[in-house]
Nanobody
């Protein structure tokens, strides 16, 4: 059974940092693109960051560029999202996702490109 389990969310003051982790199990995702998405109340789920299966290419939505960093540790079957300089607009449920096919170079940026999803972790940034 494939599982993606997010952790690391919580309540933080504006300007603070959090590191999200996504532990995968049930199959290897080495070579598969991984992404972090978020969904705020009343809004659609949006891409935050993504990393190619080979780890050499990344994507960030404009609003997090320079503040967030996505990385992966294939030996630990884990993907991370380091979030710095958080602001209240970053408040949302953050979801980890994995593509359903090998993607060494390509970075998926749409929900439809991801097959496996975690349950999400809440990030709340207070002003």
């Amino acid at each position: 059974q494939v599982q993606l389990v997010e952790s690391g969310g919580g309540l933080v003051q504006a300007g603070g940092s959090l590191r999200l982790s996504c532990a995968t199990s049930g199959r290897t995702f080495r070579g598969y693109a991984m992404g972090w998405f978020r969904q705020a109340p009343g809004k659609e789920r949006e891409i935050v960051a993504a990393i190619s299966g080979g780890g050499g290419n990344t994507y960030y939505v404009d609003s997090v560029k320079g503040r967030f960093t996505i990385s992966r540790d294939n030996a630990k079957n884990t993907v991370y999202l380091q979030m710095n300089s958080l602001n209240p607009e970053d408040t949302a449920v953050y979801y980890c996702a994995a593509s359903g096919s090998i993607s060494i170079v390509r970075v998926g940026t749409t929900l439809q490109e991801y097959t496996y999803w975690g349950q999400g972790t809440q990030v709340t940034v207070s002003s």
